[in-house]
């Protein structure tokens, strides 16, 4: 079973900064890695993924202002967050995504103030 552990959350004032990290209990090597996030109701919303290639893939609402990237030696995922914003609260999920395969981590809560 592969284990994903996020990490990096926590209470920021609106305009602020946040980088979450997701580290994975095995290679991430030929594996596609992201993060969603779930607000106040129970749907996970696309954020952001890299491919094993780092191509990286954006939700339209944060492609200005968040930055996926990945760390292949440390088997792990980055979402550095900037400019955030009321609407970025949540709890974000890393995912590990490959050929017939899909793990999620328990989640990190980021809460914004105003």
């Known amino acids: 079973q592969v284990q994903l552990v996020e990490s990096g959350g926590g209470v920021v004032q609106a305009g602020g900064s946040l980088r979450l990290s997701c580290v994975a209990s095995r290679s991430i090597d030929s594996m596609s890695m992201g993060w969603y996030r779930q607000?106040?109701?129970n749907v996970r919303e696309f954020i952001a993924e890299i491919s094993s290639a780092t191509t990286p893939n954006y939700a339209d609402r944060v492609k200005d202002r968040f930055t996926i990237s990945r760390d292949t030696a440390k088997k792990s995922?980055?979402?550095?967050?900037?400019?955030l914003n009321a609407e970025d609260t949540g709890v974000y999920f890393c995912r590990m995504?490959?050929?017939?395969?899909?793990?999620?981590?328990?989640?990190?809560l980021v809460t914004?103030?105003?």
């Open 97 to 108: 995504r490959g050929p017939g395969t899909s793990y999620w981590g328990e989640g990190t």
């Open 112 to 114: 914004v103030s105003s």
């Open 39 to 41: 607000g106040s109701g």
């Open 77 to 83: 995922v980055y979402l550095q967050m900037t400019s």
